[in-house]
């Protein structure tokens, strides 16, 4: 259900586990990779370290475990971004004349097709709106921990100037991280507020 929280612990161990047989590693054992298998009934049990990330028949192949690492990926992946986009909805002040992108689509196909580990959250001008100056706003957000890398330009409709709004802000506030994507939703609003909106920083 995507209204209740992403397993962190899995995404964690999943991930790890869906590198562990991929690339370089794919030749590599099971047990090579850090994987245990455990035969109950008709299914193998398939766990990294402590956590269980993957169900499987008793015969299946390589190629078949990592699309099953892949789908519970993507499940919790979503449940994620439903966490990110119900508190930027409400926490993030979105300028007027300006809309918020959340490429969540583009993302999971990114990650079916590569293992992909990254969403992309913009703020952008609207296109039938004239803006003698207006703001790029970029929140690259990893897939795999709440965890993000944020950017924030205000830029002139010529193009001729481009200010970084982030530029004297500290790393922990760029590169922000959380126990939550909830809580990183909540960091990255009140970052890109006050880095939008200085004066009423500075007023409070």
Known sequence: ????????????????????????????SYEASGLTLQRINHSTIVHKGQVQVATMPLHYTRS?????????????????????????????????????VIELEESMRSLRRTGGRMLSIFVQPDPDVEHET?????????LD???????????????????DLL???????????????????QQMAETINAALYPETVAAG
């Open 134 to 142: 207006f703001f790029v706003v970029e929140m690259r957000i990893f």
């Open 167 to 185: 530029a004297q802000a500290p790393k922990r506030a760029r590169v922000p991280r959380a126990a939550s994507y909830a809580a990183l939703a």
């Open 64 to 100: 078949e475990l990592r699309v099953g690492f892949l789908g519970r990926i993507e499940n919790e992946v979503r449940k994620a971004v439903s966490e990110l986009d119900s508190v930027l909805f409400h926490s993030l002040d979105v300028p007027d004349g300006h809309h918020l």
């Open 1 to 28: 259900m995507l209204n209740s929280a992403p397993n962190l612990d899995y995404l964690k161990a999943a991930w790890s586990a869906l590198a562990c047989i991929s690339g370089r590693n794919a030749g590599q």
């Open 145 to 163: 921990a709440p965890r993000a890398c944020l950017f924030a330009y205000r830029v002139t409709a010529q193009g001729d100037e481009k200010i």
